[in-house]
């Protein structure tokens, strides 16, 4: 079945260091979704890119969308403590209901 | 409202038991979902309903059952679960227009003993 890579799958990070997760299909996504899941928590919605090329910011948080469609990055400046989490990319391939989630990349911030 | 509520919370069971988890949503959405979350490991989609019909269901097992009895409310029926099935259940819900964010929510930890 079709699936989204993501590397790294663990990150730690120093307070006020950034870090990039990735993410990667083989094939040409329709759109990507990017979550973040606090520990104990459910996954929260940050992001949707759509169009070749996408670049969205908030705040700290820089995504971007390939321009084939195929990879996206979530770049973190500055780490806070509050960024502890794991980050999730989800891509569709076909607009509609259908979500598949990436491994995940599990941040761990020292201070 | 953007909430999705789930119930219970947590729920251990035995193998033999039978049991049902509930979600509801009243943001308007028409496409309604079950993920199953084990720890440290990427939420898996198990079914999908919309407009209240089943539209995908990715080969899970008959031993859960969902059910969508309206617009509102998503049910999962468990039924002779295995200790393997212990996971955390999450629903979600979307808006069936352009916008394709899922809203999830707070989840049902299962424990099968």
């Known amino acids: 079945g079709q699936q989204v890579m993501q590397i790294p799958q663990y990150q730690h990070v120093q307070e006020g260091e950034d870090f990039t997760t990735y993410c990667n299909s083989s094939t040409t996504l329709s759109n990507i979704q990017w979550y973040k899941q606090r520990p104990g928590g459910h996954p929260v919605f940050l992001i949707q890119?759509?169009?070749?090329?996408e670049v969205k910011k908030q705040k700290r948080l820089t995504f971007q969308f390939g321009e084939a469609k195929k990879n996206s990055s979530l770049h973190i400046t500055a780490t806070q403590t509050t960024d502890v989490g794991t980050y999730f990319c989800?891509?569709?391939?076909?607009?509609?209901?259908?979500?598949?989630f990436g491994g995940g990349t599990r941040v761990l911030v020292k201070p | 409202d953007t909430e999705v509520t789930q119930t219970p919370k947590h729920l251990v069971m035995g193998m033999t038991n039978k049991k049902s988890l509930k979600c509801e949503q009243h943001?308007?959405?028409?496409?309604m979902y079950w993920y199953k979350q084990k720890a440290k490991k990427p939420p898996e989609l198990m079914f999908v309903y919309s407009y209240e019909k089943l539209s995908i269901n990715e080969s899970v097992p008959s031993r859960f059952s969902p059910e969508c009895p309206n617009s509102s409310l998503l049910n999962l029926h468990l039924h002779a679960l295995q200790p393997e099935d212990s996971a955390l259940y999450l629903c979600?819900?979307?808006?069936?227009?352009?916008?394709?964010?899922?809203?999830f929510g707070p989840g049902t930890r299962l424990t099968v003993t």
């Open positions: 979600a819900s979307r808006q069936t227009s352009s916008t394709y964010e899922q809203y």
């Open positions: 943001m308007g959405h028409r496409a």
């Open positions: 989800a891509g569709q391939w076909a607009a509609g209901n259908k979500l598949t």
């Open positions: 890119l759509v169009k070749s090329g």
